[in-house]
């Protein structure tokens, strides 16, 4: 069997690794120490078609697939883990569910802004008591007229921090389990958050 990659495939690579070294390496130390990602290269991975790697290019992504999608993380994940994980928690932990689950009219509205790094994209399930057991978590939504309001507390929220929009994991039936939970998106600028 031939397990070498294709020329696209190699030229992903390529791309993903000279931004890694010039670009992620040479401060890679700063941003362990600091704690913080550097948004001016968030930007320009969005540029580079990074974090909409997995996004249909009719919503603004690199429309990519999966082995794609490995290979940038694994070259930027080489550079700073930190960066990685901004990378894979838009592709991964926002797009994708959008993606799968989401309406043509969210798909249109969040994902080209996150995928181009305009917009940053988080998730939320773990808890306090929870951690990340979603048929334990407390959270809940209790509909309101037409929308929910959600209670809870949620912690571990990969891009929590500087993120616009986050899905959110809450319980809308607590007698049916982990069946009864149900993913919001909600912005940060929203009542309350």
Same mark, same amino acid.
């Given at each position: 069997?031939?397990?070498?990659?294709?020329e696209?495939?190699?030229?992903?690579?390529?791309?993903?690794r *000279?931004?890694?070294?010039?670009?992620?390496?040479?401060?890679?130390?700063?941003?362990?120490?600091s704690?913080?990602?550097?948004?001016?290269?968030?930007?320009?991975?969005?540029?580079?078609?990074?974090?909409?790697?997995?996004?249909?290019?009719?919503?603004?992504?690199?429309g990519?697939?999966?082995?794609?999608?490995?290979?940038?993380?694994? *070259?930027?994940?080489?550079?700073?883990?930190?960066?990685?994980?901004?990378?894979? !928690?838009?592709?991964?932990? %926002?797009?994708?569910?959008?993606?799968?689950?989401?309406?043509?009219e969210?798909?249109? %509205?969040?994902?080209?802004?996150?995928?181009? +790094?305009?917009?940053?994209?988080?998730?939320?399930?773990?808890?306090p008591? /929870?951690?990340?057991?979603?048929?334990?978590?407390? /959270?809940? !939504?209790?509909?309101?007229?037409?929308?929910?309001?959600?209670?809870?507390?949620?912690?571990?929220?990969?891009?929590g921090?500087?993120?616009?929009?986050?899905?959110?994991? !809450?319980?809308?039936?607590?007698?049916? +389990?982990?069946r009864?939970?149900? !993913? %919001?998106?909600?912005?940060?600028?929203?009542? +309350?958050?």
């Amino acid at each position: 069997m031939d397990f070498s990659l294709s020329e696209t495939h190699e030229a992903i690579r390529q791309v993903a690794r *000279e931004f890694a070294e010039k670009k992620l390496i040479p401060r890679a130390s700063e941003f362990d120490v600091s704690g913080k990602l550097d948004f001016a290269l968030a930007r320009e991975m969005g540029e580079a078609g990074f974090l909409g790697v997995v996004v249909p290019e009719e919503y603004g992504g690199a429309g990519l697939d999966t082995l794609a999608y490995v290979i940038v993380l694994e *070259e930027l994940g080489h550079g700073c883990a930190s960066h990685c994980t901004m990378v894979g !928690a838009h592709n991964s932990l %926002f797009a994708h569910p959008i993606l799968m689950f989401g309406t043509e009219e969210q798909k249109r %509205f969040y994902l080209p802004p996150v995928a181009s +790094g305009e917009k940053y994209a988080s998730f939320s399930l773990s808890e306090p008591n /929870a951690g990340s057991d979603a048929a334990a978590i407390e /959270a809940t !939504a209790v509909p309101d007229g037409d929308h929910y309001v959600l209670n809870g507390t949620k912690i571990f929220v990969t891009n929590g921090a500087f993120a616009d929009y986050i899905i959110v994991m !809450a319980k809308t039936d607590k007698s049916s +389990g982990w069946r009864g939970i149900t !993913a %919001f998106i909600v912005h940060k600028d929203m009542p +309350g958050f």
